[in-house]
Nanobody
Framework: QVQLLESGPGLVKASQTLSLTCTVS??????????WNWIRQPPGKGPEWMGA???????YYKPFLKSRTSISRDTSKNQFTLQLTSVTPEDTAVYYC????????????????WGRGTQVTVSS
């Protein structure tokens, strides 16, 4: 069974960098044709796709967030990470990692696998 688990600090100060890690078990992040995504959902709002890293290492980003977003992977640890710089309280959200044979969907259920999410609060 494939499991994804988000981890990282739950509280980040404004102007700092948000860093999260998704640890994958039961599958390899190099598995052919799979893409490893980050999605977030602010309180009271719908989910928002942020970006992804593909099985070959290629990255994809939402244009609105591209300048502040970096997604990378560590194949030796079977993990991929999210870094979001210059955060503001508007970045407060539940952050999810998800995997499937496509990227770019805002909807968690459109992917094959997803984590339970982790709350990140940005303080001002």
């Amino acid at each position: 069974q494939v499991q994804l688990l988000e981890s990282g600090p739950g509280l980040v100060k404004a102007s700092q960098t948000l860093s999260l890690t998704c640890t994958v078990s039961g599958a390899s992040i190099t598995m052919t044709y799979y893409y490893w995504n980050w999605i977030r959902q602010p309180p009271g709002k719908g989910p928002e796709w942020m970006g992804a890293v593909g099985y070959s290492g290629s990255t994809y980003y939402k244009p609105f967030l591209k300048s502040r977003t970096s997604i990378s992977r560590d194949t030796s640890k079977n993990q991929f990470t999210l870094q979001l710089t210059s955060v503001t309280p508007e970045d407060t959200a539940v952050y999810y990692c998800a995997a499937g044979r496509a990227w770019g969907s805002d909807v968690l259920q459109s992917y094959d696998y997803w984590g339970r999410g982790t709350q990140v609060t940005v303080s001002s």
